[in-house]
């Protein structure tokens, strides 16, 4: 028999007054499950034009300033953001039968935090970094690998690869929050927190 919800309730009582710190709670009971990327969130822009596109990043960190990713600057959806830095964030952790939505705005974070970051990252995915104009065409695959040889001779395994300008993190400052609990017949459990002066209101809302 398919179970598609969870038992219980969202309890009011034990919500946290910062979504940030929910979401924390949510994040960890998604990575101790089986949910196979955890970090995966679902990511929409807004084009000049006024047209949404989404897209899944992987989130790379949160604190109290909001939800950081990393992506190439000069891709549609940092033309999107830089523009007009709008977001809508998505979440599923389909272990758990749950969702988190966040609205917010992206700005770019500072260059010594993508560069923090960008030492992390494996050898090959820093060249293929620098060697990709994200989402433009190209007409092979291989004269991309060959480009990111070529590099390897400037820049061998163990070497310091230069942050390039094209790459760094966005970080959502958020300012809207909803956690969804999936339930039995559809009738869901969902709370909204919005942002007032006087810190975040938590509504519960119909499924
Ligand atoms: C599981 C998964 C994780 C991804 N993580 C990232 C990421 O962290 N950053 C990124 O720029 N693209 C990531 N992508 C690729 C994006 O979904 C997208 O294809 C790419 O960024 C180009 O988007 P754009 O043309 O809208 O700018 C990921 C894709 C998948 C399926």
Do not use: C
């Not at 956690?179 to 559809?186: A, I, Y």
């Amino acid at each position: 028999m398919k179970i598609d919800y969870q038992e219980g309730l969202i309890d009011p009582a034990e919500l946290e007054e910062d979504p940030l710190l929910e979401l924390g709670k949510w994040y960890d009971m998604a990575k101790a499950s089986d949910d196979m990327l955890p970090e995966a969130v679902s990511l929409a822009t807004v084009s000049p034009s006024g047209i949404p596109t989404v897209r899944i990043v992987l989130m790379r960190g949160f604190d109290a300033r909001g939800i950081e990713f990393f992506t190439s600057y000069n891709s549609p959806k940092a033309a999107d953001m830089d523009d007009n830095p709008n977001v809508s964030l998505a979440f599923h952790w389909k272990p758990l039968y749950r969702q988190i939505r966040i609205e917010g705005t992206a700005t770019r974070v500072d260059k010594a935090e993508s560069k923090a970051y960008w030492d992390t990252r494996p050898h090959g995915s820093r060249l293929a970094a620098i060697v990709s104009t994200q989402s433009a065409s190209v007409d092979t695959w291989e004269e991309m690998a060959d480009q990111v040889e070529e590099l390897e001779k400037a820049y061998p395994e163990g070497s310091d690869v230069p942050l390039p300008d094209s790459w760094g993190g966005y970080r959502v400052n958020p300012t809207r929050f909803e956690f969804w609990l999936s339930r039995p017949s559809r009738l869901h459990d969902r709370f909204q927190y919005t942002q007032t002066d006087s810190g975040w209101a938590i509504t519960r809302l119909q499924p």
